[in-house]
């Protein structure tokens, strides 16, 4: 498997998120663009010239112009380790795509050859398609891997940024969380582990949502706003990290905020992994912030206990060589006598309760809700609900208010 550079994605997050407003400009409407591609019709459109790629290999583009005659370039809609995601109207199917165009470096053309694999597999035993984003076909032009997916509408990220990071209302979060988990627990039942579960990769299916009045105005003549989805499905994507069980793992996994302490402590991972990740997105999601602010591995586990309570000793005396710094005598977690500074201290400190911090967000379903993320967020993975069994507790199955 390929290794991903995760210190480099987890540098893209700062420790506190600032609060923006719309950071993007309001696309203009699908519709209104509609008919104007449309009358393009199948005439076939030269592709740019050809030119060089950026110093870090990806690909130069103009708005405007042509991915192959095929597909013309709209927009760009994201951008990461790997490459680029281009929102572009394929011609021959007369419909809004997104492409993932791969930088020209070996080892990210291998991982989205594996990745290609992954989704391929995906889609054929996803029949109704409703789980993962759906791939239509790949090709390689001008030495990118370029990837075909079906357009979906923004991240769950991207949402809750755009909304001034308020959080949504468990009804919503229950939504999320249970097709989360059909998701997750689709891939398992393939022997595939995600392992880059996060909000970023968290799609609705629709762009389409409803304004309504904030709770409070931004002064006497202006008030706040923020959008509901209208609709609450969403699909996973990003299945460059994805690996199967039996095969060998690397050492590190997850976007740093989602990552399980197995993963830290070098104890190796499984499908539990995962687990914990949902169980961080789930809190994520009804209380508008990450759970786990932080890009260091002590403060980190500090955090993990000031949430969770005292790691299990087992753990702790199981932890590679390379964690032994992190405990006095191999018996409790060297904090804060370790911490790196006075603000490492006070960002722990300033945590709760993992039932306090549900209780400060959540009205009704707080105790179904703290117990569900208590089963996905056990220390112990062979202690963590799986998927199915979390689809199986009260909070999805008995809904309270």
């Not at 790629?53 to 690909?59: L, P």
């Not at 791939?135 to 940024?161: A, M, T």
């Not at 996973?236 to 095969?247: K, M, V, Y």
């Not at 690397?250 to 169980?279: M, N």
Request: proline residues 5%.
């Amino acid at each position: 498997m390929v290794t991903i550079e995760f210190e480099e994605m987890e540098k893209q997050r700062t420790r506190k998120r600032p609060r923006l407003t719309w950071d993007v400009a309001p696309i203009e409407p699908e519709a209104s663009r509609m008919p104007m591609l449309a009358n393009e019709g199948l005439v076939r459109h030269a592709s740019p010239p050809r030119r060089d790629d950026d110093r870090e290999g990806h690909y130069i583009f103009t708005l405007g112009e042509n991915l192959t005659p095929r597909y013309k370039i709209l927009s760009k809609m994201g951008e990461g380790t790997f490459g680029r995601v281009l929102e572009c109207w394929d011609r021959r199917t007369q419909e809004f795509v997104a492409i993932k165009v791969v930088r020209s470096i070996r080892k990210y053309r291998d991982a989205a050859m594996i990745e290609i694999d992954v989704l391929q597999l995906l889609a054929k035993n996803d029949k109704g398609g409703s789980r993962c984003v759906q791939i239509q076909h790949w090709f390689d032009y001008r030495n990118h891997i370029c990837i075909v997916f079906e357009k979906l509408g923004p991240s769950l990220f991207d949402f809750l940024r755009r909304n001034k990071y308020c959080p949504f209302h468990v009804d919503l979060v229950r939504e999320f969380g249970r097709q989360l988990l059909e998701s997750v627990a689709y891939m398992h039942d393939l022997h595939l582990i995600h392992t880059d579960l996060k909000p970023e990769n968290i799609l609705l299916v629709s762009s389409e949502c409803v304004k309504l009045p904030g709770y409070k105005r931004i002064s006497p003549d202006e008030m706040h706003f923020r959008c509901l989805p209208k609709s609450s499905a969403i699909k996973l994507i990003d299945f460059g990290s994805t690996a199967f069980d039996n095969q060998n793992h690397r050492s590190i996994v997850s976007t740093r905020h989602y990552r399980a302490p197995e993963v830290i402590l070098g104890l190796g991972w499984s499908y539990p992994c995962d687990l914990w990740s949902v169980g961080c997105i789930l809190v994520e999601l009804c209380s508008g912030e990450a759970l786990f602010q932080t890009h260091e591995n002590l403060e980190h586990l500090a955090m993990m206990e000031r949430v969770l309570g005292p790691m299990p000793q087992h753990m702790i005396q199981k932890a590679n060589r390379g964690t032994e710094k992190y405990f006095r005598r191999g018996t409790r977690l060297n904090w804060p006598e370790g911490a790196t500074s006075r603000e490492s201290i006070r960002a722990v400190k300033k945590l709760d309760h993992l039932k306090n911090l549900v209780s400060r967000h959540v009205e009704c379903s707080r105790t179904s809700l703290t117990d569900l993320l208590h089963g996905l967020l056990k220390f112990d993975p062979s202690e963590r609900l799986t998927a199915r069994q979390a689809l199986n507790h009260p909070f999805f199955k008995n809904p309270t208010c």
